[in-house]
C-alpha cells in the first residue's frame, strides 16, 4: 500500500510540475537564435539583443555600409518575423515593445525602428548629433 501511495504522489508531482511548467519559450532563448540567424544574412556583421524581463525589447543590427531606408525597412521587417518564428507564441508581437536599431561602423545609428505591443512599425532617421548608447 505504501509503495502505491508513493507511486502515486510522485505521478502527482510529476504532473503537476508538467501543468504548471510555462509553456513559453524564454525571451532571452528566442533572441539567441534569432541573432545567430541575422547574422547569416549578407551584410550583417553582428546583432545584438536584450530583453528587461518585463516586456521590452532591443535589437541591433551592425552593418556594412549604409542601407537605403526601402532596405532597413526590409530588415527590420525580417528581424521581428525571425523573432516571431523563434518564439512559440503566436501574440508575441501584440503583448512585447521592440526598439530596434541598424548601425554601422562607419556612420553610427543610420536608422531606428520602434514596434510598441499591438501597432506597426515605425521607422526613423536618428537625429544627427545626437549621443548614442
Known amino acids: 500500500m505504501l509503495r502505491v501511495i508513493s507511486i502515486l504522489i510522485i505521478f502527482s508531482l510529476f504532473f503537476v510540475s508538467a ?16 541573432e545567430k540567424q541575422l547574422q547569416k544574412i549578407e551584410g550583417v556583421k553582428t ?18 555600409g549604409r542601407p ?3 532596405e532597413a525597412e526590409k530588415l527590420f521587417n525580417k528581424t521581428l518575423n525571425i523573432i516571431a518564428e523563434n518564439s512559440n507564441r503566436k501574440d508575441l508581437w501584440d ?6 536599431d541598424i548601425k554601422s561602423y562607419e556612420y ?5 525602428a520602434a514596434k510598441p505591443a499591438a501597432e506597426s512599425l515605425k521607422i526613423t532617421e536618428p537625429v544627427p548629433g545626437r549621443k548614442e548608447n
Open 95 to 100: 503583448n512585447y515593445d521592440a526598439n530596434f
Open 47 to 64: 546583432t545584438a539583443a536584450a530583453f528587461d524581463g518585463k516586456r521590452n525589447i532591443k535589437f541591433r543590427l551592425m552593418l556594412e
Open 68 to 70: 537605403s531606408k526601402v
Open 19 to 34: 501543468c504548471n511548467r510555462n509553456p513559453d519559450l524564454s525571451i532571452a532563448d528566442t533572441l539567441g537564435r534569432s
Open 108 to 112: 553610427g545609428v543610420i536608422y531606428e
